[in-house]
């Protein structure tokens, strides 16, 4: 009955929607054939709302294929029912790439070079509860909870790499200023193909002011060596990264990581009994990315002068 609802804000009294894959953050229903109606999740602020919307309204404007929330009947772009809200967004056409496997790796990374050129453009203010920029995780206030965690030996791990990357990421940031909005989730599966040409962009539920090279990381994070260090390759194009860059990488991969700990500790302490298994498949992502991590900087570096 609440769908319904919500659907008859925008006239659309006699569409049935289909649920499609929840995600982890929000819901998502197809609404005949052009459109997608979102449940946002219940700790998504109208403020971190109506920035993620601005912000797409402004790429939308440059010319980029993102998805631009459809005003209701009273001209309202967040619907709210039952204390949940949603927003109503035209279907973009094309089928989702593949974390893991990105088809077009290279040029994956020119193109998060030429929205980042686009994204600091973009005149939007970030609401309070904005995403953290990642070099921070490690002061994440959740790090306080982090003694409700009874397991003794993943305890101990974990607090001697909070202890290393919080030691690197201030080596990392003492480097040349240059924030800006990023993107926060770079990878293929946020990223929509129709025959061999990009479609559509996904999910600015992370952007938020940052080290552009916190994307690379992000989208060199999950893929196989070859891979990943491909997507750094087209974001630099000809020129080598220095070695500052080199190790910025690194250690945002590493933050990252520890950022998905840190918000499954406190689910953990809250109750959740899923959590623990993601402590540790954070902390197995971690301890990933730091054995990979020789291979992967000198793929790049090949890659390049080769």
């Known amino acids: 009955m609440t769908l319904r609802l919500v659907l008859a804000a925008y006239g659309l009294e006699n569409v049935r929607p289909y649920r499609i894959d929840a995600g982890r953050n929000n819901e998502h229903w197809y609404v005949g054939a052009g459109l997608v109606l979102r449940r946002y999740g219940p700790f998504r602020s109208d403020a971190a709302i109506d920035y993620e919307h601005a912000i797409v309204g402004q790429l939308r404007e440059r010319g980029w294929p993102v998805a ?32 893991r496997r990105p088809r077009q790796p290279r040029e994956l990374g020119r193109l998060l070079g030429r929205l980042h050129r686009d994204l600091a453009a973009v005149s939007v203010t970030g609401p309070p509860d904005a995403f953290p920029p990642i070099l921070e995780m490690p002061a994440d206030p959740a790090w306080q909870r982090l003694d409700a965690l009874d397991d003794p030996v993943l305890n101990g791990l974990i607090r001697r790499k909070l202890a290393e990357v919080r030691t690197a990421a201030g080596s990392a940031a003492s480097g040349p200023p240059g924030v ?45 060596v070859e891979d990943s260090a491909q997507i750094a390759i087209g974001y630099f194009g000809a020129r080598a990264p220095t070695e500052h860059e080199l190790d910025l990488i690194a250690t945002a991969q590493r933050a990252r990581a520890l950022g998905h700990v840190a918000f499954f500790i406190g689910r953990h302490v809250d109750g959740d009994h899923g959590a623990l298994d993601q402590i540790r498949l954070g902390i197995d992502l971690l301890l990933r990315a730091e054995q990979r991590w020789p291979a992967l900087r000198a793929a790049i570096l090949s890659g390049i002068t080769g």
Do not use: K
Request: aromatic share 8%; no cysteine.
């Open 68 to 99: 631009v929330p459809i005003p209701s009947d009273a001209g309202r772009m967040v619907v709210v029912d039952d204390g949940r809200r949603y927003s109503l967004f035209p279907r973009l056409v094309g089928r989702r790439g593949s974390p």
């Open 180 to 224: 800006q909005l990023v993107h926060g989730d770079w990878h293929d599966g946020n990223i929509l193909y129709q025959g061999g040409s990009v479609s559509g962009i996904l999910d600015f539920d992370f952007a938020h002011p940052d080290l552009p090279l916190v994307d690379v990381a992000i989208a060199a994070l999950i893929p196989e």
